[in-house]
Nanobody, 123 residues
């Protein structure tokens, strides 16, 4: 069993930065890939990116490449999502998720989810 909790969301102006954290409990966290997802009002939940358990593999959706960076500290059971050059279209509730040892892109492959943290980017 893994429990996840996101933090770090807030209101920021376009062009600004935020760092989200995903704190996890559970002995198996260090062997799990972590995905970051977001859901805007009226839209499907979409993957933002993910990181393998070893940090050797990462994935970013095209719209955030070059602006967002995912990292993890397994000693602290925490994964981070550094978001730079934020745009109004990045406004959404952001979720971290875990489920498999390999990094996958489909939200249906993830068993464990945090409660989400709101990110609002004003223009």
């Amino acid at each position: 069993q893994v429990q996840l909790a996101e933090s770090g969301g807030g209101l920021v102006q376009a062009g600004g930065s935020l760092r989200l954290s995903c704190a996890a409990s559970g002995r198996t966290f260090s062997r799990l890939a972590i995905g970051w997802f977001r859901q805007a009002p009226g839209k499907e939940r979409e993957i933002v990116g993910g990181i393998s358990w070893s940090s050797l593999g990462t994935y970013y959706t095209d719209s955030v490449k070059g602006r967002f960076t995912i990292s993890r500290d397994n000693a602290k059971n925490t994964v981070y999502l550094q978001m730079n050059s934020l745009k109004p279209e990045d406004t959404a509730v952001y979720y971290c998720a875990a489920g498999l040892t390999i990094l996958v892109l489909s939200r249906y492959e993830y068993d464990y989810w945090g409660q989400g943290t709101q990110v609002t980017v004003s223009s």
